[in-house]
């Protein structure tokens, strides 16, 4: 896992228009990067619409929202146009983004195990650094709890 203070790992993956998208692009700006496991299950459907919800909150406090999973485009077109999400979601199918910040890990589930992305917030701040990081975040009420950092 990446630490507070490191230099954000760069992320060259698709959005769910499938368009190209690179973090290095928000270079000046806040950046709250949430990973979570999978578009349109309980969580992380909680968790995405606390971001809407309080979506002009970060704006006003000059915050980007953007969210990733190991989803595909079209899994994420479909999650963001049901939850009228708007910000950036991206498309980690293949989990390199993951990976890129150590999210990407062994879960178990009933006695089973496998590997999955573990629900973890970064803030990157305007020089391209980590500022903070959320691991093992509770949906609920999460929103709040970046908004309060930032």
């Given at each position: 896992m990446i630490?507070?203070?490191?230099?954000?790992?760069e992320l060259?993956?698709?959005d769910s228009t499938g368009a190209s998208f690179q973090l290095l692009s928000?270079?000046?700006?806040?950046?709250?990067?949430?990973?979570y496991p999978k578009a349109d299950t309980p969580g992380c459907t909680t968790e995405s619409c606390e971001f809407r919800d309080h979506s002009e909150a970060f704006a006003a406090k000059g915050a980007v929202i953007i969210g990733i999973s190991p989803d595909t485009e079209r899994a994420q077109t479909k999650f963001q146009k049901r939850f009228d999400l708007p910000f950036t979601l991206l498309a980690d199918a293949d989990h390199t983004g993951a990976e890129a910040y150590g999210v990407w890990r062994e879960k178990s589930m009933y006695g089973r195990t496998y590997m999955g992305v573990a629900r973890t917030t970064?803030?990157?701040?305007?020089?391209?650094k980590i500022a903070h990081i959320f691991d093992k975040v509770k949906p609920a009420g999460h929103a709040e709890e970046v908004l309060a950092v930032l």
């Open positions: 630490k507070i203070g490191q230099k954000a790992p060259k993956l698709t928000f270079k000046g700006k806040t950046v709250v990067l949430y990973f970064f803030v990157i701040g305007p020089d391209g």
